[in-house]
């Protein structure tokens, strides 16, 4: 069963790179650089998780989006991909239920948060 994932990121090169490596994986991956246009497409059932990063334009970002996707959606898993894992992010994330990515990504971590998220189901 294909499973389609978000990525939530206003860096090109993270997207991309995202792109590539979850489609080498077999997902099917679509793209949003804003939470709004982010947030907008999370909503849909069809999307199976949601890869966001904190530092993006608009309205809803950060945690606050993160808060707005498991609100509207509980059950879809979220991960958090940022670069900036301060105590009260990673705490907040835990709070949440959301995994929590460390950039500069490993492939491998990245495999094991995916294999981990989807067995939930």
């Known amino acids: 069963m294909p499973r389609n994932i978000l990525v939530i ?3 090109e090169g993270v997207r ?3 792109k590539r490596l979850l489609e080498s994986m077999q997902y099917t991956v679509e793209l949003a650089e804003t939470g709004d246009a982010g947030y907008a497409r999370a909503v849909d059932p ?3 998780l949601v890869i ?3 530092m993006i334009p608009g309205n809803p970002r950060g945690m606050a989006l993160v808060k707005a996707l498991r609100a509207q959606r509980p059950n879809c898993p979220v991960v958090v991909a940022s670069g900036h894992p301060t ?3 990673l705490k907040l994330a835990d709070e949440l239920g959301v995994e929590f990515l460390t950039k500069p990504f490993e492939l491998s971590f990245i495999r094991k948060v995916l294999e981990r998220q989807f ?3």
Do not use: C, I
């Open 16 to 18: 991309k790179y995202f």
């Open 119 to 121: 067995a939930k189901d």
């Open 87 to 89: 105590g009260d992010r």
């Open 46 to 48: 069809a999307v199976d």
């Open 52 to 54: 966001t990063d904190l």
């Open 9 to 11: 990121d206003d860096d």
